[in-house]
């Protein structure tokens, strides 16, 4: 099954109002969120804010980055970094109903921040290069975690905050145990703080992303990152985002047989009429117009 283009989903924030949700567990930051359904091949896409850590408890989870697929089986547990866009294929084993049963756990900088003090780890500089997607290592003490968790979904509201927090905790101490180049990879110091600005921006140009999140990636206050931002390219945030989005909306509908609303979703918009609204304010004629005046330009040329 293909992993076709649509709405990308911020994550955590987006996957609260999903329908598949079981259960979820918040705090300050932190998010634990179970999921089950009965599914051949649900597809879609992500943008993610924060890291993740996703459990398959049953059922088959594939991941899409870079042209390059991770499938994730039962017991198995996949890392995704945080401020990039990930596809995904999620299906349900035949001989089980098709159910799919996995959680996710969303980890920010703070959580992170307050295991290496915590837990005295010194995370080393020689990393090369952080890897956006990896397979993890599941042991049954791993395993065991997971499963000690179950409880927690069915009374949320009684779980306290702290103990949460000490949840993560023991999570990253289970899977360092296990894997301790996993925890080299996810604590490198202020390895997003030192990203380069362009960088950043030129990345997240078509992922569902507010100027507040684009702040917290760079590293910097929301006022900081305005100021900086403006410097550098002479107008806000908001002008620059939009008119690039709009340059490659201009060129999927000249060049590719993607329909109006695969554009729009492809190229970071969330509405189909405010995309048609502002693409014809940009270049005079809304999506639909400008990709006939294209092909009847191509038949002349012909």
């Given at each position: 099954?293909?992993?076709?283009?649509?709405?990308?989903?911020?994550?955590?924030?987006?996957?609260?109002?999903?329908?598949?949700?079981?259960?979820?567990?918040?705090?300050?930051?932190?998010?634990?969120?179970?999921?089950?359904?009965?599914?051949?091949?649900?597809?879609?896409?992500?943008?993610?804010?924060?890291?993740?850590?996703?459990?398959?408890?049953?059922?088959?989870?594939?991941?899409?980055?870079?042209?390059?697929?991770?499938?994730?089986?039962?017991?198995?547990?996949?890392?995704l970094h945080k401020s990039i866009r990930i596809?995904?294929i999620k299906s349900g084993e035949p001989g089980?109903?098709?159910?799919?049963?996995?959680?996710?756990?969303?980890?920010?900088?703070?959580?992170?921040?307050?295991?290496?003090?915590?837990?005295?780890?010194?995370?080393?500089?020689?990393?090369?290069?952080?890897?956006?997607?990896?397979?993890?290592?599941?042991?049954?003490?791993?395993?065991?975690?997971?499963?000690?968790?179950?409880?927690?979904?069915?009374?949320?509201?009684?779980?306290?905050?702290?103990?949460?927090?000490?949840?993560?905790?023991?999570?990253?101490?289970?899977?360092?145990h296990a894997n301790d180049q996993f925890l080299?990879?996810?604590?490198?110091?202020?390895?997003?703080?030192?990203?380069?600005?362009?960088?950043?921006?030129?990345?997240?140009?078509?992922?569902?992303?507010?100027?507040?999140?684009?702040?917290?990636?760079?590293?910097?206050?929301?006022?900081?990152?305005?100021?900086?931002?403006?410097?550098?390219?002479?107008?806000?945030?908001?002008?620059?985002?939009?008119?690039?989005?709009?340059?490659?909306?201009?060129?999927?509908?000249?060049?590719?047989?993607?329909?109006?609303?695969?554009?729009?979703?492809?190229?970071?918009?969330?509405?189909?009429?405010?995309?048609?609204?502002?693409?014809?304010?940009?270049?005079?004629?809304?999506?639909?117009?400008?990709?006939?005046?294209?092909?009847?330009?191509?038949?002349?040329?012909?």
């Amino acid at each position: 099954m293909s992993m076709k283009n649509g709405k990308i989903i911020k994550a955590p924030e987006g996957l609260e109002r999903a329908p598949d949700k079981q259960g979820s567990l918040k705090q300050n930051g932190l998010s634990v969120i179970k999921f089950c359904l009965h599914t051949e091949g649900t597809t879609g896409s992500y943008f993610l804010k924060d890291h993740m850590l996703l459990f398959v408890i049953s059922g088959v989870y594939t991941v899409r980055f870079n042209d390059q697929e991770y499938t994730v089986r039962s017991n198995e547990m996949v890392f995704l970094h945080k401020s990039i866009r990930i596809d995904y294929i999620k299906s349900g084993e035949p001989g089980a109903e098709f159910m799919l049963d996995y959680m996710m756990f969303f980890l920010n900088e703070s959580m992170l921040e307050e295991f290496v003090q915590f837990s005295g780890f010194k995370p080393t500089n020689n990393v090369n290069e952080i890897t956006p997607v990896s397979i993890i290592q599941v042991n049954e003490i791993t395993r065991s975690y997971i499963a000690s968790l179950k409880p927690y979904f069915e009374n949320p509201d009684e779980v306290q905050d702290g103990l949460i927090r000490l949840k993560f905790m023991e999570l990253l101490f289970h899977l360092g145990h296990a894997n301790d180049q996993f925890l080299h990879q996810l604590l490198q110091p202020n390895h997003d703080k030192n990203n380069d600005f362009g960088k950043i921006m030129e990345e997240n140009i078509t992922n569902p992303i507010s100027i507040s999140d684009l702040a917290y990636l760079s590293g910097k206050s929301l006022s900081t990152f305005k100021r900086d931002f403006q410097t550098l390219y002479h107008t806000s945030p908001l002008k620059w985002i939009r008119n690039q989005r709009l340059d490659k909306a201009k060129k999927m509908l000249a060049e590719t047989s993607l329909s109006v609303t695969d554009v729009c979703f492809s190229t970071g918009f969330e509405n189909v009429a405010h995309f048609s609204k502002v693409f014809k304010l940009q270049f005079g004629l809304p999506p639909s117009e400008f990709r006939q005046q294209c092909k009847r330009s191509e038949e002349k040329i012909k």
